[in-house]
């Protein structure tokens, strides 16, 4: 019998913890004692006696595969080595028409209702889906001309973001800024990402190995756990 581990889940190990995000549940959580070193012995593709490889499938961590398959489990993404806000303005960046604004307010808006009516999983689903159809990439890349038009798309939307009338959070946001990306053809990833102790979780927008909506302190300060 060979096992996986569940779709929905991810995990990253940060000092010696083993951090898992189920977007399902919408939530974080980690393993302790005999299941969490079961899990790093399934990991390590170490044998794991039948027992604990059950009491992880019961614990609705691992589920059965037809074949073996990567226990890969953390993000897949280069930590950034540069922020888009953290750049100067270009002129171009500092005019924003109404349409703009509208079409930020709009998508802040939209995005807003989505994530009080939809599940985590269905948001990351469809802002996936939306990418493809419009970019029909999934892990994103920068070259020198689509850096500059996502350096400018950026500080577009941050600046048009001010007249939307909601509280910035960062899920919020970074999924409105996918989508205003997307729209205009250009690619990025919606990164998630954790520090242990204390716990706190986040997530930014990413193209390449530069942070859109982040510092790179700030983005840097946290491990990625799943990327979209």
């Known amino acids: 019998m060979h096992y996986r581990l569940r779709e929905d889940l991810s995990c990253c190990d940060v000092d010696g913890h083993l951090i898992f995000l189920d977007v399902a549940q919408d939530r974080y959580f980690k393993l302790t004692g005999v299941l969490e070193d079961a899990m790093r012995r399934f990991l390590a ?7 604990l490889v059950e009491g992880l499938a019961a614990a609705q961590i691992l589920v059965e595969a037809q074949n073996p ?8 993404i280069q930590r950034p080595t540069c922020s888009a806000i953290e750049r100067p303005l270009t002129t171009s960046s500092q005019r924003i028409g109404m349409a703009v604004v509208f079409e930020v307010v709009a998508t802040v808006w939209l995005t807003c209702q989505q994530l009080k009516n939809r599940t985590l999983k269905a948001n990351l689903d469809r802002a996936a889906t939306y990418r ?11 070259s020198a001309a689509s850096e500059v038009n996502l350096l400018e798309a950026t500080w577009q939307f941050a600046r048009a973001r001010r007249y939307a009338p909601a509280q910035p959070i960062c899920l919020l946001d970074s999924l409105a800024l996918l989508r205003f ?16 102790e204390p716990f706190a979780a986040h997530c930014w927008v990413q193209a390449g190995d530069m942070a859109l909506n982040e510092t790179l302190s700030d983005a840097n300060a946290h491990t ?5």
């Open 45 to 51: 593709q170490d044998h794991v006696a039948p027992t």
């Open 69 to 76: 398959t990567t226990r890969t489990t953390s993000a897949d």
């Open 132 to 142: 493809a159809r419009k970019t029909g990439a999934h892990n994103a890349t920068t």
């Open 181 to 196: 990306l997307s729209r205009r053809g250009l690619a990025a990833n919606l990164v998630f990402g954790i520090t242990p």
């Open 224 to 228: 990625p756990i799943r990327i979209v």
